[in-house]
């Protein structure tokens, strides 16, 4: 028997650090869905090709090579037979992602792959739109936040750790007001929380304490 678990929310909530340990905690695969949506944006502009060029992108699309490659715990995202690294949360993809994945064709390439690989195995994956429309019939929906402030710091504290300091935290957390604002106004598959999910505020919770309350959630269905 497979399960499935669906975690969503906005930026910086939290989704992939949970959603990690819950993998390795319960022994099931981690799938990042941001991740192939952040792969596309980066090769695209790596092929000069600008977000708001719908023909070429659906063009583009056709000739990208973009899988996911079964590890112990994980999906890895690879392009080109190549596992991609932190290029894809560059400020630059990080810009023009919300306006790639608003493509429906592009939704529709990505959610192809997501459903292909939930069919055979026991997933929790993250992303906007698990809960509402790539795994419905999940047996467990989250759907975590966090206030704009607190996620803000915490992609600041990240960049940090990562030198990678090029933003300041005004400029991160406006990025992540504009972007939330695009994920959740897009006619297509937008963030919001399905109507069966359970929400948990993580703004003044642990990373230790999200995965408890989490776990304790996904318990009765294993
Ligand atoms: O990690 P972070 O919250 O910054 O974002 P992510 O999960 O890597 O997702 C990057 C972007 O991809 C989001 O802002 C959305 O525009 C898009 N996305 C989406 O549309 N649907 C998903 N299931 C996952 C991501
Ligand atoms: O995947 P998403 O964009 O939702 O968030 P993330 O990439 O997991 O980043 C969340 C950051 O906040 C990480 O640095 C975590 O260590 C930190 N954090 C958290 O995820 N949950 C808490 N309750 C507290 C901090």
Request: hydrophobic share 40%; no cysteine; charged share 25%.
């Amino acid at each position: 028997m497979t399960i499935q678990i669906a975690i969503d929310g906005p930026a910086s909530s939290g989704k992939s650090t949970i959603a990690k340990q819950i993998a390795r905690q319960l022994n099931i695969a981690y799938v990042d869905s941001g991740a192939i949506y952040r792969t596309i944006t980066y090769a695209l502009l790596e092929n000069n090709i600008q977000p708001n060029d719908s023909e070429a992108i659906k063009e583009q699309l056709q000739q990208f090579d973009i899988e996911l490659m079964a590890d112990q715990d994980y999906f890895e995202v690879r392009l080109n037979q190549q596992p991609i690294g932190l290029e894809i949360r560059s400020e630059q993809v990080t810009a023009a992602v919300s306006e790639v994945s608003a493509y429906p064709f592009v939704r529709e390439y990505v959610n192809h792959k997501l459903q292909q690989l939930s069919r055979n195995y026991s997933v929790i994956m993250d992303g906007r739109d698990i809960g509402t429309v790539v795994l419905p019939e999940a047996e467990v929906k989250i759907f975590l936040t966090a206030s704009a402030e607190v996620r803000a710091q915490r992609r600041y504290e990240e960049n940090k750790q990562r030198n990678q300091l090029t933003q300041s935290y005004e400029d991160i957390l406006q990025a992540i007001i504009e972007r939330d604002r695009y994920d959740s106004n897009r006619k297509i598959a937008p963030l919001r929380k399905a109507e069966d999910a359970i929400e948990v505020d993580t703004s003044n919770l642990t990373v230790e304490e999200v995965v408890n309350k989490v776990i304790s959630m996904i318990q009765p269905q294993l």
